[in-house]
């Protein structure tokens, strides 16, 4: 292992479509592959517990304001400075945005205050998100950064965040946060109560923090944040939560509005007893499925994961509904479940691929140890209640108007999936193709318009589009080896590229990532 952690920080603002661009600076270098936790850190990975139901808060006045007791808890220090000055400046230009992003915090924000005040921790942290990922819980970076606190895989494995087929744990709002928080307190307790170097080493790591201040040290200079050379994200990082505090403290004056938000529980955590198929949870809670998806974004397919969380996040208001609806259920009614008649030369893998799932899955769920299977042997298959494609691809159960494509230049599955609201894995199964193989000209697809993908296609806020920089020895299989995709979709994505060899260190490369199947 190394010796240094690098933190969850990874700031998405200037690179967040919603957000116009900052102003002009010195071009910043792609930021180094992150070290390992470092030696003697507890490593809460296999000793984090499952986090127990959020209570029920006690009743308070609908008119309470949950902004006016998140400024009660600032503890940060009140800084006034030109660095400070220019990222308020920025935000206060974009008034509109600050609202949209406020809006959005609705869901979680009383949660992170009661989570920060619980630690006695400064509240402005909990604003930590409009820097990170301006509160989208889906949001992901180029640095493979997820969540809403922009954990890196490993970092997030390392504080318990599991991230597996089913579920990503970086996006999950309970679990994200609690450890985010977790974090900051340790970065905060390494640098003596200093939570402006705590801040920038989340950001940073605290290793580059610690290397600077000794460069410092070297030269007779002071070495708190302020007299500190730091790269230039982390140079801007911890200005820009201070300015955002600062405009939280009196919004009036800097001609901001914020999304009006009462102190009162959004969501209650409701234990499900095993897993869930998400669609028959949204019905039993009488809430729109992207409702559920915002408050449960860790789940990366239909259903909740089969080892856990065994909870549901339900808006405050649904939740006894959603219990009593719950309580009701049937074990088939849970999940439902495909019995699939081994057939003489299936394979696991031919059959994970027929029915959009994952080789590991089916072994889980059948209790297999290898790969043999026997011919005429069944296996258990998940399948969303919302129905989907029919076992032999040919659509028979779906839903929509059956259309054929002629493949023409330039057209790859990912494209053609986007024309027509599909999924890439759908469309590659209609038409018994490997979603990464590349398309002939001249070629008919099938195409069912308006499939829902029996729940377990590709949900469109799980796609995102990635701006990646280049590096010195990145190749295009290697750039689409670290990001899931394949090398014809991302020259189908660049079209440069198909004029030129080879890569070159700082080109920039447009990917679109499904972040549930990315690393």
Not at 60 to 70: F, H, I, P
Not at 300 to 316: D, F, S, Y
Not at 403 to 420: K, S
Not at 497 to 517: A, C, E, H, Q
Request: glycine share 8%.
């Amino acid at each position: 292992m190394g010796v240094l952690l690098f933190g969850g920080g990874c700031s998405l603002t200037p690179s967040v479509d919603e957000l116009p661009p900052m102003p002009p600076a010195a071009p910043e270098p792609e930021p180094e592959p992150r070290p390992e936790p470092e030696a003697g850190t507890p490593d809460l990975a296999n000793g984090m517990a499952e986090p127990e139901p959020i209570p029920v808060a006690e009743p308070v006045k609908q008119d309470q304001d949950l902004w006016a007791r998140l400024r009660e808890g600032y503890g940060l220090p009140r800084v006034d400075n030109s660095r400070v000055e220019e990222q308020r400046v920025f935000y206060t230009r974009h008034p509109v945005y600050f609202t949209r992003v406020t809006t959005r915090a609705e869901r979680y924000l009383k949660f992170i205050v009661d989570e920060a005040e619980a630690r006695h921790m400064p509240t402005e942290l909990a604003l930590l998100p409009v820097v990170e990922s301006a509160f989208d819980p889906f949001a992901y970076s180029h640095g493979r950064a997820a969540g809403p606190w922009q954990f890196i895989p490993s970092t997030g494995q390392h504080f318990g965040l599991r991230q597996d087929w089913w579920y990503d744990g970086r996006r999950d709002i309970i679990a994200s946060t609690r450890a985010a928080l977790t974090y900051l307190q340790q970065l905060a307790d390494r640098f003596d109560g200093d939570w402006l170097l705590a801040l920038a080493s989340y950001n940073a790591g605290a290793g580059t923090i610690l290397r600077a201040q000794k460069r410092n040290e070297a030269a007779g200079k002071p070495t708190d944040f302020w007299s500190l050379d730091l790269p230039t994200e982390t140079t801007a990082y911890v200005p820009k939560l201070l300015a955002v505090a600062d405009i939280v403290r009196n919004p009036k004056q800097y001609g901001v509005a914020l999304h009006p938000i009462t102190d009162v529980p959004y969501f209650i955590s409701v234990n499900t007893g095993g897993q869930l198929d998400l669609t028959q949870a949204a019905r039993l809670a009488e809430v729109p499925m992207e409702e559920l998806y915002l408050l449960n974004p860790g789940f990366n397919r239909w259903a909740t994961a089969p080892a856990g969380p065994h909870r549901l996040l339900i808006p405050a208001d649904k939740a006894e509904r959603f219990k009593a609806g719950l309580a009701n259920l049937s074990a088939g009614q849970r999940m439902r479940w495909q019995r699939y008649t081994i057939a003489r030369g299936d394979n696991l893998q031919s059959i994970a691929r027929r029915h959009r799932t994952k080789v590991q899955v089916l072994r889980e769920i059948n209790h297999l140890k290898g790969n043999t299977i026997i011919a005429g042997k069944t296996l258990l298959i998940p399948q969303s209640t919302r129905g989907g494609a029919s076992p032999t691809g040919d659509g028979a159960n779906t839903r929509g108007q059956r259309l054929a494509h002629r493949v023409g230049n330039g057209d790859t599955l990912w494209d053609l999936a986007r024309r027509y609201q599909v999924s890439v894995r759908d469309l590659a199964q209609w038409n018994d193709l490997d979603p990464k193989d590349p398309l002939r000209v001249g070629q008919t697809l099938k195409v069912w318009s308006g499939n829902e993908g029996g729940g377990q296609g590709q949900r469109s806020e799980m796609v995102r589009q990635v701006r990646y920089s280049v590096r010195h020895g990145d190749s295009l299989y290697t750039i689409a080896n670290r990001f899931n995709v394949s090398v014809n979709d991302i020259r189908g994505w660049n079209n440069t590229l198909s004029k030129r060899r080879y890569l070159r260190p700082g080109d920039r490369v447009t990917l679109f990532v499904d972040i549930r199947d990315a690393p």
